[in-house]
């Protein structure tokens, strides 16, 4: 029997393996190229700044950046349907075992992910919830540690790829969670809480930068111009939802069916408050932002759920819902996508134009301070340009001008811009009215100063205004519309210090899953050789 399951494993593997080895043969193939977001930065040594850094760093420098973001998109693609159907690996329906884990990630919304680039770290954390699914599950009924050792293992590998690891597990935790209330193990919670903790803590030098100062730029605000190509997915969803809860409940009365449809309404319930209202709590607001800032990791996140909730129907009871899902993977392609899912079969990423890298070499040559696009043709590009900062949609700068290089496919006539050449389709521009990034508030230039990451020292007689964006961490600092009014001639960052500061803290609990691993096999090693290993329990009152 062991000898079967084992070669129908087998048989299942390298079929999910070869669809996306033949979904992505032109994207693993591929030169040096751009697509969507992905940008091919100069990478160099963080530091001790946080530990994910550092990992992927010899990861880049050992297999390359672009080849390790192909690992990690392929990786993603294939994990994701191997984890569902390990889950799944003992019933005897073929749809279960093929159909649902394959459409688990062969989905427009994570096909959507991978063609706009920058996306393989959301990817590849989505394709191991059902590994923090059946591990929680496993946490719940069995009485084996080791299963929470395993799940604390999970949250750390994915929150070294995606900030949003113990995010997105708490989804897909909740319904074990609420079925443990109803079973009256009230302190179960704790166990898969802990291990999200572990993993938040795993970064945490890294998640204290993002929630206290990167997600709130981004925060949660409504939604004025909600995208119709989700809005027919959500419309979808929504009917999806009501008619299978409505089967569930009164038909099916299936309570795992059931949990993960209540954890899949949740997430879109909070979506959809968080659309049409402001909220400003620290930290929380940030949390909430993360997850729902963008539409596509919201249904992409629903999916998985609504996905997996299928594995406990009875066959005859697949019918509905399954059409249901099958719909949304064939739904043709809409503005808000821009793909389906037949468009990773057609995927080519464009290659590296050969003027990139002659401009490239000219700007680092220069060290520029500041380097803008006027215009967005050849924008994913120009993106990974060194002191990139961003597109000018004119050409009006304000008080004080701290743009000194500009690229474009414009032929640009301004008397204080002079042509430095042309590289293929790209003007390069350098703007001789540039004074730097500091001045006194009447706009005449501070030309002696010293600006970090962490420090910023100018001589002169302050007040200054710096042409970097306002941050409350900045002391002796208040806003000058989205720059820095400086007050005096130091002024220190409070928060990027914090990065280094907790960097062993962080590496701490990245390590101590491993250690936890490592001394619970020693200790069951040590009490089975002393004949009275009965298993390793979780405690009394919770298997109970």
Not at 137 to 163: A, P
Not at 290 to 300: D, G, H, N, P, R
Not at 329 to 351: H, R, W
Request: glycine share 6%; proline share 6%; hydrophobic share 45%.
């Amino acid at each position: 029997m062991r000898l079967k399951e084992r070669r129908n494993d087998i048989v299942f593997i390298i079929i999910f393996t070869v669809i996306f080895i033949i979904g992505l043969r032109n994207y693993l193939e591929s030169p040096p190229y751009i697509m969507g977001d992905t940008a091919i930065f100069p990478f160099s040594n963080p530091g001790l700044s946080n530990p994910s850094l550092t990992i992927l760093y010899y990861l880049y420098l050992t297999l390359g950046e672009l080849n390790t973001i192909k690992l990690l998109n392929f990786l993603a693609f294939i994990i994701g349907p191997i984890s569902v159907y390990f889950i799944v690996r003992r019933e005897k329906s073929v749809i279960k075992r093929l159909v649902i884990p394959l459409i688990y990630t062969l989905n427009p919304f994570a096909v959507s992910f991978f063609a706009d680039g920058d996306g393989e770290g959301i990817l590849l954390i989505y394709s191991l919830q059902p590994i923090v699914f059946y591990l929680t599950y496993k946490t719940l009924t069995s009485q084996n540690f080791k299963y929470f050792i395993f799940l604390c293992i999970t949250e750390v590998i994915g929150q070294i790829f995606f900030f949003q690891m113990f995010l997105f597990s708490f989804f897909f935790q909740l319904p074990l969670i609420l079925i443990s209330f109803r079973e009256r193990k009230y302190f179960f919670f704790i166990y898969p809480i802990l291990a999200d903790l572990i993993g938040f803590l795993s970064e945490v030098s890294e998640e204290v930068l993002i929630y206290l100062e990167i997600v709130p730029k981004v925060l949660v605000s409504p939604s004025n111009n909600p995208s119709l190509g989700l809005f027919l997915y959500s419309q979808i969803f929504s009917v999806l939802l009501l008619t299978f809860a409505m089967f569930t409940v009164f038909v099916y009365k299936n309570r795992y069916s059931l949990a993960l449809l209540t954890s899949a309404s949740f997430l879109l319930l909070i979506y959809a408050y968080i659309e049409n209202f402001h909220i400003y709590i620290p930290v929380i607001s940030a949390l909430l932002a993360a997850i729902t800032t963008f539409q596509t990791k919201v249904y992409l996140l629903s999916f998985g759920l609504l996905d997996l909730s299928l594995i406990y129907l009875k066959d005859r009871q697949l019918i509905i819902p399954l059409l249901f899902l099958i719909l949304i993977v064939l739904l043709p392609s809409t503005g808000a996508l821009g793909v389906n899912t037949y468009s990773l079969f057609n995927i080519k990423p464009s290659p590296i134009p050969e003027w990139y890298y002659p401009l490239y070499n000219y700007l680092s040559r220069y060290n520029p301070h500041y380097v803008y696009a006027y215009g967005d043709s050849y924008s994913r590009c120009l993106s990974s340009l060194p002191g990139f900062n961003g597109f000018l949609s004119n050409m009006s700068f304000g008080p004080f001008d701290a743009v000194e290089f500009i690229v474009t496919t414009t032929n640009l006539n301004y008397s204080w811009l002079k042509l430095l050449g042309d590289f293929g389709p790209i003007r390069l521009y350098y703007n001789e009215n540039y004074t730097g990034i500091v001045h006194y508030l009447n706009g005449s230039p501070v030309k002696d100063y010293v600006i970090t990451d962490n420090e910023i020292v100018i001589k002169g007689k302050p007040p200054f205004i710096v042409s970097i964006p306002y941050s409350n961490f900045w002391t002796n600092a208040k806003p000058y519309g989205e720059y820095i009014e400086l007050t005096s001639n130091i002024s220190y960052n409070t928060l990027s210090p914090l990065k280094g500061e907790l960097y062993y803290f962080s590496l701490i609990f990245l390590i101590l899953p491993f250690l936890l691993l490592i001394i619970n096999e020693k200790v069951k090693l040590k009490v089975s050789s002393n004949g009275k290993f009965k298993g390793n329990k979780l405690g009394n009152k919770f298997s109970k």
